[in-house]
């Protein structure tokens, strides 16, 4: 689909077609008739794989069957991912013939569409297909079925599909009502003439800001209202990601989207937050955290990425069997937030089988300890057992609910009240923190940027949350070759129902270490109650420096950064992003500079020796060529963790000087904030910022 590249433009104004309505258009198919008794689709999440991100719009029926089989021979299938679901770009460059009725590229689909469906069921796979609800207009989508809603569903069933994606495009183009035509829709697929049953999945990706302004009834966030009666699936928010490019910030969003309205999922129907998309640009970490968030949502779970690209990691998580009976639980529940939103957050999702499954959710930068109780879980009980969905490994706890969580990570655990004989005692590992650096103490904060030769000083917290002691504790790290571990101090011997514990280590950074981030973890091996256990904490991240920069007033923008984001597109170095232009705010050109999209992090290493850094910001000028919407930015720098400079809103056709001290600073990190109104047309710019340094 064609989803955001005609954001907020006013798509009908971008392809010349005036405000289309409609009436502007045949009508569409008659007022729904009464139900016929029919059987339940999608009594639990459905999964399943999507070409849209993993083979664009220009397969063909020999790749859509080669990943089929990809499915059955990677274990996929036997686990459920089931629909092999041919997204936009299956039909032909005219979509209708002569006859009315749509049909396949005949070039890429030789043997014609019914030919291919019937091909995926030999497999033992289910056959899905894409439509949208509009009328076609060329250049707006690339199909339509508005005016031919019974031909179209009677065409799909007679092919031998099992489900239809009915997107929005031209829809929104041809400004039609959204819950009008999906249930026309809806209703023409429940009637179709083969009687064949056909999960509906709506994808009305609309949402502003992201699009533009839009009235609420016209978005998908509204979508809820309407399609658990009509529909099993419905998209609640906007794309995840564009092709190649899924962000976890994305994921994060279109999970809360997702989260709004819990009370609309159940059995047969089902909140819809987008495809999974690992290899797309999230790390491993990040992709197991959009698969617990889904499955604690009870989403349809649909890949989009290429599965014959599949790492064994990637395969492990799409199959892990404990999140997978969590998304598919029969009590058909979606999660919901237990305490506040915030940095850390606790979800919980109840089971048929009386447990529950909880996610603690890092949505940090560094690894977090979080806890919960089991009465804020919904469990009158202070034993419980827990099950860690990620390990598989069973434990003990009293009174607390607790994990160490990865940077972007998800603890998932299935916590029940205890009975019997107790289970080892659950033992929390910290993620190793650093407390001093080359003997000069340092706050911690989890990721470091050292130089190479560096000496760390490294602290490991241990605790335990269970009903019995933990004996013998033994703590070792995990360095890259060639760093060195020594272990200072005493170890424990013991730690003691509620006891907790440290083990100190001096790690050495070789002075040959390559450039860029290494990572160290703890485990800890302990006697419990059931025999040897080992439990590992999550890595804290070692960011080894390129040397900081020397010389008065030089270009910040020629130094080599640490690591740089930005809301879209990559950051640009002396132009503005996504387009090659020259850096010109507020009528001035700058030779050097920054071009970056909301929001963005640029984060240096400055080593202690710099003084001074000046330059200004603003909104770049080439927004004015795209539309008036948006356009709005915060920049701010940050020396070691401490904001020392904040512009306050920033709008278009202004420039912001700034002139600050970064004496002592071992570290500076540019952000730039979309101002609360979303990234729309926020190309931001660093302009002539220059950096003095000893």
Known sequence: MLTKRLVGLGVAALLGLGALTATAVPAAAAPPRADTPAPVLAATPYAGWNTYFG????????????????????????????????????????????????????????????????????????????????????????????????????????????????????????????????????????????????????????????????????????????????????????????????????????????????????????????????????????FRSQMALWSMSAAPLVVGSDPRTFSPATVATLTNPDLLAIDRDALGKQAVRVGPAGATETWTKPLSDGSVAVALVNRGDSAADIATTPSAVGIDATRVTVKDAWTHALSEAKDSIRSSVPAHGVSVLIVRKGTGQPQSPRVLVSAPSFTAVNGTAITPTGDLLASAGAKLAVTVGLRNDGTTPALRPKVSLTTPAGWTSTATGTQPQLIVPGGTATASFTVTVPTGAPVGASTIGATVSFSGIRGAVTVASPAATVTVAPAPPSGADQPLSHQPWISATSGWMTPAVDQSVGGGNPIRVAGVTYPTGLGVASPSDIRYYVGGVCTRVTGAVGIDDVVDNVGPEGGTATFSLVADGKTVWDSGVVARGTAVSFDVDLSGARELVLHVGDAGDGGYNDRADWAAPLISCS
Not at 133 to 150: D, E, F, R, V, W
């Open 55 to 286: 083979l664009g719009g220009d397969y063909t029926a020999t790749q859509v069957l080669d990943v089929a089989d990809k499915l059955v021979s990677s274990g996929l299938a036997r686990a459920g991912y089931d629909i092999v679901w041919l997204d936009g770009g299956w039909q032909a460059s005219t979509p209708r013939g002569a006859d009315g009725q749509l049909q396949g590229d005949p070039a890429r689909f030789p043997d014609g569409m019914a030919s291919l469906a019937a091909a995926i069921h030999a497999k033992g796979l289910k056959a899905g297909i894409y439509t949208d609800a509009g009328p076609y207009i060329p250049g707006s989508c690339g199909l339509g079925s508005y005016g031919h809603y019974q031909t179209d569903a009677d065409t799909f069933a007679k092919w031998g599909f099992d489900a239809v994606k009915v997107d929005f495009l031209c829809g929104i183009t041809a400004n039609l009502d959204p819950k009008t035509v999906y249930t026309q829709f809806a209703d023409a697929l429940r009637h179709n003439s083969s009687g064949r049953p056909m999960i509906l999945n709506i994808c009305n990706p609309v949402t502003s800001p992201d699009w533009g302004n839009y009235p609420e009834s016209q978005q998908s966030t509204n979508t809820w209202s309407y399609a658990p009666a009509i529909a099993q699936s419905w998209r609640t928010y906007t794309d995840v990601g564009f092709v190649n490019s899924i962000k976890y910030t994305d994921v994060l969003r279109n999970f809360d989207a997702n989260a709004r309205h819990p009370e609309a999922a159940g059995p047969g129907h089902w909140n819809d937050p987008d495809y999974l998309g690992p290899q797309l640009g999230m790390t491993d970490e990040e």
